[in-house]
């Protein structure tokens, strides 16, 4: 019986072994066929290049404050993917029965949206990660959230962090405001369930997630707070709600 179990044993190791072996080069394949026709260093060069694109001196410390916290908060600590984040999702999606959080970081983001699909398939994630230690090696933390912000999809047809501060707010990205910086940082997680024009008020809802999420890791003082929830003239957030979740 034991010589059964360790053959056993070594038998499902041998399985895990060259099922992981197979999908690492066919996600390898599938990361050499996406850049095939323009590689890293050329496809961001040619976003940069665009009429829309904002360098990260021209955009709202508030939001990019907000968007961190909310989408990535370790961003500055981890290589470009969170093992944290990774086993947090596994652990709920277990629980769940099906995929309900995922645990992608802001640079594999970004490269899941300069090459490949939004497909949930292994292949596609080890291909990711092949785009992260590029992005990783050769850009710094800074010029991958300037990447990141100008390259996301915030709804409504908006494109980029200027072209959504200018069509919701008609202002441009570095002068919207902390609230307005709420609102745009929570669009990126479901932008078509988000999207201002026609979910404002599930947006405002969110908008509270990414507060929540910047008192929690220390970037948003309890005296910001305090105005937000007093303003009379922004009715975005909850006073009662947010009352609990301030900073002692």
Known sequence: MKKLLVKLTLGIIVFMTALGVFVLQDGYSLYRAATSDIGVQEKINDIRNGKDYVTIDGISKDFLDAIVSVEDHRFYNHNGIDLIAIGRSAISNIDAGKIIMG??????????????????????????????????????????????????????????????????????????????????????????????????????????????????????????????????????????????????
Not at 126 to 136: C, K, P
Not at 209 to 218: F, P
């Open 103 to 248: 645990g992608s970081t802001i640079t594999q983001q970004l490269a899941k949206n300069l090459f490949f699909t939004h497909e949930q398939r292994l292949e596609r994630k080890i291909a990711e990660i092949f785009v992260v230690r590029e992005l990783e090696n050769n850009y710094s933390k800074e010029e991958i959230l300037e990447l990141y912000v100008n390259v996301i999809y915030y709804g409504d047809g908006y494109s980029g962090i200027k072209q959504a501060s200018k069509g919701y707010f008609n202002t441009s990205p570095n002068k919207i405001t902390l609230s307005q910086s709420l609102l745009l940082a929570g669009l990126p997680q479901s932008p078509e369930n988000y999207a201002l024009s026609k979910n404002y008020e599930r947006a405002k809802e969110r908008s509270e997630v990414v507060l929540m999420s910047m008192i929690r890791n220390n970037v948003i003082s309890r005296e910001e707070v305090e105005l937000l929830c007093n303003d009379k003239m922004d009715k975005t957030f909850n006073k009662a709600t947010l009352a609990s979740e301030t900073i002692n």
